[in-house]
């Protein structure tokens, strides 16, 4: 029954989600694939990751795990929700703190065949330009250097769903897809994040 109910509510969200937000995809950089990959996105709100997850088509998004933060996700509905309507992979922001090793967690995902999607930021950030990337990013990369990285811009969502608020408000959203980036040999973590949050940056719209 949880496994049925799990399904009709990832039908719904994904219906809810698209009626809501009239949200397209623009594959700018790639086109869908099935193969491996790590999408990396800009983060606004909570629902960043439903945004980008609902526009993946059907067979590649039932591949496809967010990464989300335990703390918030990990109890009681929250935790329904994101452990059986999304598959996501919880991790410990704070894994020096907790002991965990969230760049194990997400390897040992990327080992199970599962893509990504992560927020490099670490945290919602609504000042319309982004963090310096988290070295999360860089240490799965080294990891998993067969592994595509695709940066991924939401546009609008954190006016759908601001900070603090509780019911979404209708608006259109997008969600860009990039090209793919890959670590490369010798390259270090600064080198590597730059390029990262540049790609990423690419992709943003111009001020309207």
């Not at 933060?69 to 935790?79: E, I, P, T």
């Not at 799965?140 to 603090?164: C, H, S, T, Y």
Request: hydrophobic share 50%.
């Amino acid at each position: 029954m949880r496994k049925i109910a799990a399904r009709l509510a990832a039908m719904a969200v994904v219906g809810f989600a698209r009626a809501l937000t009239g949200v397209l995809p623009a594959w700018r950089g790639c086109l869908p694939a099935t193969r491996q990959r790590v999408y990396f996105a800009n983060h606004t709100s909570h629902g960043d990751f439903v945004l980008v997850w609902t526009v993946l088509p059907a067979a590649i998004r039932q591949r496809t795990r967010p990464v989300a933060a335990r703390d918030y996700w990990g109890g009681g509905l929250r935790r329904f929700i994101a452990r059986e309507v999304f598959d996501a992979v919880l991790v410990d922001r704070r894994p020096a703190e907790t002991g965990g090793d969230a760049i194990a967690v997400l390897a040992d995902a990327l080992d199970e065949g599962a893509s990504l999607i992560l927020f490099p930021e670490g945290t919602r950030n609504c000042t319309g330009d982004l963090l310096p990337f988290r070295s999360g990013l860089h240490r799965l990369a080294q990891r998993r250097p067969d592994v595509e990285f695709v940066p991924v811009w939401i546009d609008n969502v954190a006016r759908v769903m601001p900070k603090g608020e509780i019911l979404p408000v209708p608006l259109l959203c997008g969600v860009t897809f990039g090209a793919p980036i890959a670590i490369e040999a010798g390259e270090d973590k600064q080198a590597f994040l730059e390029r990262a949050r540049s790609a990423l940056l690419a992709l943003k719209p111009a001020e309207r």
